[in-house]
């Protein structure tokens, strides 16, 4: 599925719809660029955007997200990822400069039943008493172990879009619009307290409307072209810093920015789907050259440095294929 355009978000992504309304471009822009020009570098920085179920994307349940918006002022409680910790560090293939990938085929019967308990463990967590910067770390790490855990419940699988759980309690409409955009990311996986949540829940309903647009590095979809599956947990302590380099990683592969061959650029449908986020143009510019170095630096100040498209590869992230 090399070079695929189909939809789909970070993971089941769609296009950023071209009507939403200039004032809350310009107030996206804003932020963004603001974030582009910050140097904070420790996890003390993070801060959440003040919820406003009025700014929420388009991919958002708003009773969902008014039920999880909000953090604590002081850090009470540690988040044990013990388990899903050791999950990484045995499986994911970490490979500085290159795609990080997962050895699904090497995972025994006990590991991914410790990676089902960690699951139910956090499933239990009192998220309430959670910083802004645990919060994130946590969802961030709820996503990417249900992640996962769906891949291995289907594997082998070519991509995680083939994997098409939880339509049936979609509605017709619903199931109509699936044949687009196939995949897992609908289906209600895990329950926080009384509310059951799916992976679009946790990412645009929970992580997205605490405004960072580094939040598309810190969620893993399984994919080739997807930012990097982490070998160790999101941390409160290192969260910004953690995802500056998450950031930067990414902007300075060929799955981020590249060279077209027919002139200008060809970044990574991240930057389509979820232009929002970053701010629109001004804010995309601003973020894209905050991150980037060397090769991408120089693409970006080239003569040529408009983006003239968007790729991405929905093949699974499989250490066995690459």
């Keep these: 599925m090399t070079g695929t355009t189909s939809p789909g978000p970070d993971c089941q992504r769609q296009p950023a719809r071209r009507g939403i309304r200039l004032a809350r471009m310009a107030l996206a822009s804003a932020i963004a660029m603001g974030l582009a020009?910050?140097?904070?570098?420790?996890?003390?920085?993070?801060?959440a955007k003040p919820f406003d179920v009025t700014e929420l994307n388009d991919r958002a349940d708003?009773?969902?997200?008014?039920?999880?918006a909000g953090a604590a002022k002081e850090e009470t409680i540690a988040v044990d990822d013990a388990a899903y910790r050791q999950f990484l560090s045995a499986y994911v293939v970490d490979r500085p400069g290159a795609l990080n990938l997962v050895r699904y085929g090497d995972v025994t019967p006990a590991d991914r039943e410790a990676l089902k308990r960690q699951i139910?463990?956090?499933?239990?967590?009192?998220?309430?008493?959670?910083?802004?910067?645990?919060?994130?770390?946590?969802f961030a790490n709820l996503y990417n172990a249900v992640t996962l855990d769906v891949v291995l419940d289907h594997y082998p699988v070519d991509s995680i879009r083939d994997i098409e759980i939880g339509t049936e309690d979609r509605g017709f409409f619903a199931s109509l619009s699936s044949a687009f955009n196939r995949g897992p990311w609908s289906a209600k996986r895990v329950r926080i307290g009384e509310v059951e949540l799916s992976l679009d829940d946790i990412e645009h309903a929970i992580l997205r409307p605490m405004g960072h647009p580094r939040v598309h590095y810190a969620v893993n979809c399984a994919s080739v072209g997807c930012p990097d599956l982490r070998p160790d947990p999101w941390a409160a302590e290192t969260l910004d810093a953690d995802l500056d380099a998450a950031a930067r990683?990414?902007?300075?592969?060929?799955?981020?920015?590249?060279?077209?061959?027919?002139?200008g650029l060809l970044a990574s449908r991240i930057y389509d789907w979820f232009g929002e986020d970053f701010g629109g143009e001004a804010g995309l510019r601003a973020h894209l050259e905050r991150y980037a170095e060397g090769e991408a630096a120089a693409l970006l100040s080239g003569e040529d440095?408009?983006?003239?498209?968007?790729?991405?590869?929905?093949s699974l992230n499989d250490a066995s294929r690459q």
Excluded: C
Excluded at 249 to 263: D, I, K, Q
Excluded at 305 to 314: F, L
């Design 37 to 47: 020009m910050g140097t904070a570098s420790s996890a003390h920085a993070f801060e």
């Design 62 to 68: 708003a009773d969902i997200a008014r039920a999880f």
């Design 120 to 138: 139910a463990e956090w499933e239990a967590l009192e998220w309430k008493k959670l910083t802004a910067a645990q919060k994130f770390a946590f």
């Design 249 to 263: 990683a990414y902007v300075n592969s060929e799955r981020g920015l590249r060279e077209s061959p027919g002139g």
């Design 305 to 314: 440095p408009e983006i003239v498209g968007y790729r991405y590869d929905w």
